[in-house]
């Protein structure tokens, strides 16, 4: 399973939810699991934040060797799971890559949705959404311009977010039992 993070400059918030993905799913590996981020207007080849970078390795992750790169329709429909940052950006990635419509969240929504135990797998996923109404979810804000609190107010809140999603991405990746 390929999930795909997006933000919009692919330097803050959708690098620090791919590597702390990444870090979270080696303490108990999910089989075949990829992680990768994209930004809708992405700083390309920048590497991420400094503050992202300090609120991350604080978290648990690692910030060596990232390089933005900007969202396309190709990286789009590559991945099996689209995580946006705001309701906005799912838009955007929608645009970009209308098919990918029961597989694209917001990283609130997809966490509050995972957190159902009727939820399997992505079909689950997608088939509960209308459960949950936008306006109760939070986006995940932007820090650029911040003060390093809330560049960790940020980290903590994708942290927290994760947890659901990744316990789905090993659930759906799980072989059937019979």
Known sequence: MHVLFV???????????????????????IPNFTVSSAGTRAMIG?????EAAV???ALGGHPSNFAARQLNSRIASA?????????????AALQLAPHQLHRTFTLSEAAELASDVNVRNLSDLAAHRPQVADHELSDVPDPIGQNSEF???VGVQISNLLPPVLELCRRASAPATD
Do not use: K, W
């Open 46 to 50: 920048h590497p991420i934040h400094h």
């Open 7 to 29: 933000c919009t400059g692919n330097i803050c918030r959708s690098p620090l939810a791919e590597r702390l993905a990444v870090a979270y799913s080696a303490r108990s590996p």
């Open 79 to 91: 991945a099996d799971l689209i995580l946006t940052m705001t309701m906005a950006q799912r838009g």
């Open 55 to 57: 609120v991350l390795e």
């Open 151 to 153: 560049f960790a107010t």
